[in-house]
């Protein structure tokens, strides 16, 4: 084996153990809020894929560096099973937002999800930077909870959004919500003073994983009746070129973090590279 191949498989070998350490936090995670995560819906391939996912996203870090990106996107992997398959009425999602956005500001969780969300909310809080970028934090949660409640209201109602509202409805995908939390509670100095300009960048990744993702889900996402832009009478064509625009806008805004944060500009174009990667999509 060449120098090169070698230190190209001991990265990737480290990375893997990175994920692999993930995995078991989040396995110990998921005991502790007991009834929120089912067996039947997450299984060890959604653990592995998560911890895959983060760890080649920021492949530098530790396992307790990202325990809080890990367990807010188990968090909201939690909630978006809430609102899509658990609750059949718009006063059920809409007590699920009034739940959520009061313990996020402190009040006291009366269940598993929000018991959750108070036990992230206090991990972030040992974060300096918190105190700051709470309203943020909360603004962000807020945007993901209102996309989430918009889409449960286009599937029960059966309306068919527009490509670009569908879009516009990005924040439902919770991936800018993740992304924050993970700055606040690990981001270099110049990253935790410009979280805004850093969450503008987040929210145009998320709109292409928004699309990436439903093309990857497209057969579960048919099969269990959820929203899909492949549903909406888009057609995969114009999915397609959506997607590669997204991409090049999205290189374009990342690439000045770069010269700031090379970090988090990494983090954001990993992460889009991994998801693609991971799920068969080029291009």
């Given amino acids: 084996m060449h120098g090169d191949e070698l230190d190209e498989a001991f990265e990737l070998g480290t990375t893997c153990a990175l994920a692999a350490e993930c995995r078991r936090d989040l396995r110990h995670c998921a005991q502790m809020y007991g009834g929120l995560f089912p067996q039947a ?31 807010c996107a188990l968090w909201v992997l939690a909630l978006d099973r809430l609102v899509d398959h658990t609750a059949t009425t718009r006063e059920q999602v809409d007590r699920l937002t009034r739940e959520c956005l009061s313990v996020a500001d402190g009040a006291v969780p009366r269940a598993a999800l929000t018991r959750f969300l108070a036990d992230l909310r206090d991990e972030l809080a040992m974060a300096e930077e918190f105190e700051n970028a709470r309203w943020l934090w909360r603004d962000q949660l807020a945007r ?32 800018s919500f993740v992304d924050l939390s993970h700055w606040i509670y690990t981001a270099d100095d110049w990253a935790r003073a410009h979280l805004e300009e850093l969450r503008a960048v987040s929210r145009h990744v998320q709109r292409y994983l928004h699309l990436l993702g439903d093309v990857a889900s497209y057969r579960k996402d048919v099969s269990w009746g959820d929203l899909n832009v492949l549903t909406l009478g888009v057609s995969r064509a114009e999915v397609a070129g959506a997607m590669d625009e997204l991409a090049r806008e999205a290189a374009h805004l990342i690439e000045p973090v770069c010269q700031k944060s090379p970090r988090a500009a990494a983090y954001l174009r990993r992460q889009m590279g991994f998801h693609a990667g991971f799920n068969g999509i080029s291009g």
């Fill in 41 to 71: 819906a997450f299984t060890a391939d959604t653990y592995t894929a998560l911890t895959l996912g983060t760890a080649f996203s920021a492949p530098w870090a530790t396992a307790p560096r990202l325990k809080v990106l890990n367990r």
């Fill in 144 to 175: 993901m909870l209102d996309g989430m409640t918009r889409a449960w209201v286009w599937r029960d109602t059966r309306e068919a959004p527009t490509l670009a509202r569908y879009l516009d409805n990005a924040d439902s995908r919770g991936s």
